[in-house]
């Protein structure tokens, strides 16, 4: 099955740039990195630029609308994310586990839709 | 029965990885068995048959249905068990069907009513009844955490030993959440929850043998349900250990109790059950509680479980102790549990050892007032009337 990890943070409780739990955390996601492709099991992943870069859109009665800034006014915002494929949600978990910003944010585990009938 | 159908559906679900298909698939082969063993007689084996007629129902529907991934490979499964079937050997699959119901990523009551209802047999209106709940909000949350283990991938699995602690715990605390909820509503119930978890426990314990935790848990839990024909007096009210006529208590299952808590301890792998059911036993000293020896308990069970539900218990033991003032201190730290009743009933309690009996009347007032059953409110009545009939502050 296929998992999206979700990585939600909160930029204020984010370690800062330049300090040693800065390096940490980025040799944490080195590390993960490393251990889901030797797993085999890492398809995609990305990291977002800040919510201040972020700009929403939605149509409402065939106008589109364009606004500043992230869909929901949340503390945690969606930082990035992987997409993996195990056999289920334990080995999901366990792999979410090793993101660093478990430890300071959330990661939301979601399986993917199935669209790929009889493979 | 209850045994055979639960194995039935524990072997189905962990093939088919989909618990709803599993029941459909088990439930039509038990009506083509009302049918086909009334004409041909009962077969060899039963429950082979039942299983062999389940699958190849489930085969039937899987190919009728939308193929996906997960469809192929429950496919390939059946096949294979379908082709060599076992009747003679049927596995039992229970504990993967109970860790699968009691996964973390299923809300604790959505893990109670799958596993009373999978493992145990309940039906949906007895297990809405039992947690006072209308039948078609629990049928919905039946179906939504059996949709949710089938499409997040929960898996039928034990598991692995860097999650075994932790998972079991989950078990543990979801099958004593059980046990409580059967201890509160009494054993008059129609089907009696004190019962259910015993038999869970009893039923885990069995299935992985020589595990301390599970040891401790059912010894906390025999311990526990040896005092249930004691804890309400003839006139009602709670009572707790140390006021309960002894004569009522179950020796049967308190020896049962000591003996596999001794077996536990002895495996030296402490934990948070083991020390509950140490503390349980205690409770159950001649001739009266042990109170430094549970308050020493508490504090190891800080360790496992910093909570401030185990602090209160830890205050309350240490003023039993003979440290009232000291208890107090800790219990009015604990601001957090201001809307939980125990903690105002356990202020009180402390407040009148300390002699402040105009505290301990407010403090009994409010836990008066929050209380969950009569009982407990008749307690607290009696304990608060108590305290005029001494010098105190509203004595005379």
Known sequence: MQYMLLIYNDPAKEPPYGTPAFNEMMGGYFAANERMKADGVLRSGEGLQGVETATSLRIKAGKVETMDGPFAETREHLGGYYVIDVPDLDAALTYAALIPSAHFGTIEVRPLMDYNPGA | ?396
């Open chain 2, 1 to 396: 029965m209850r045994a055979d159908r639960g194995r039935l559906l524990s072997v189905l679900a962990a093939g088919l990885r989909d618990l709803s298909l599993a029941e459909e698939v088990l439930q039509e082969a038990a009506v083509s068995a009302l049918s086909h063993w009334g004409r041909a007689g009962l077969p060899a084996s039963p429950q082979g048959w039942l299983l062999q007629v389940a699958r190849r129902k489930a085969i039937d529907r899987l190919r009728g249905a939308k193929r996906s991934n997960r469809h192929a490979q429950a496919l390939t499964v059946l096949a294979r068990d379908e082709a060599a079937p076992e009747p003679d050997a049927i596995p039992d699959e229970r504990l993967r069907l109970i860790f699968a119901c009691c996964h973390p990523a299923l809300e604790p009551k959505s893990r109670v009513a799958l596993t009373l209802r999978t493992v145990c047999g309940l039906t949906t209106p007895e297990i809405a009844r039992a947690f006072l709940d209308a039948e078609p909000t629990m049928g919905q949350r039946i179906s939504r955490a059996k949709a949710k283990i089938t499409a997040a991938g929960i898996p039928f699995a034990i598991p692995e030993d860097d999650h075994w602690a932790e998972r079991l715990e989950t078990v543990l605390t979801t099958i004593y959440l059980i046990f409580t909820t059967g201890y509160v509503a009494g054993p008059d119930e129609p089907r009696d929850l004190c019962l259910e978890a015993e038999y869970l426990m009893r039923l885990i314990d069995r299935l992985r043998p020589e595990d301390a935790e599970i040891e401790g848990a059912l010894a906390m839990m025999l311990l526990t349900a040896a005092r249930r024909a004691a804890r309400i007096g003839a006139d009602g009210a709670s009572l707790p250990p140390s006021e309960q006529d002894r004569r009522l208590w179950d020796h049967a299952r308190i020896s049962e109790g000591r003996d596999i808590l001794a077996r536990a301890v002895a495996r030296r792998r402490p934990g948070p059950f083991q020390i509950k059911a140490a503390i349980a036993d205690c409770q159950m000293a001649e001739p009266r509680p042990d109170w430094p020896q549970i308050a020493a308990l508490y504090g190891a069970l800080l360790r496992f479980e910093p909570t401030p539900v185990v602090q209160l218990n830890a205050a309350v033991a240490i003023a039993e102790a003979g440290d009232p003032a000291r208890g107090l201190a800790m219990v009015e730290t604990l601001s957090d549990l201001a809307d939980y009743q125990p903690f105002h009933a356990a202020r009180a309690a402390l407040l009148a050892m300390t002699g402040d009996h105009q505290g301990a009347i407010a403090a009994y007032q409010h836990a008066i007032a929050t209380a969950q059953t009569p009982a407990e409110a008749l307690f607290l009545t009696r304990r608060m009337e108590g305290l005029g009939s001494g010098q105190g502050a509203l004595g005379a």
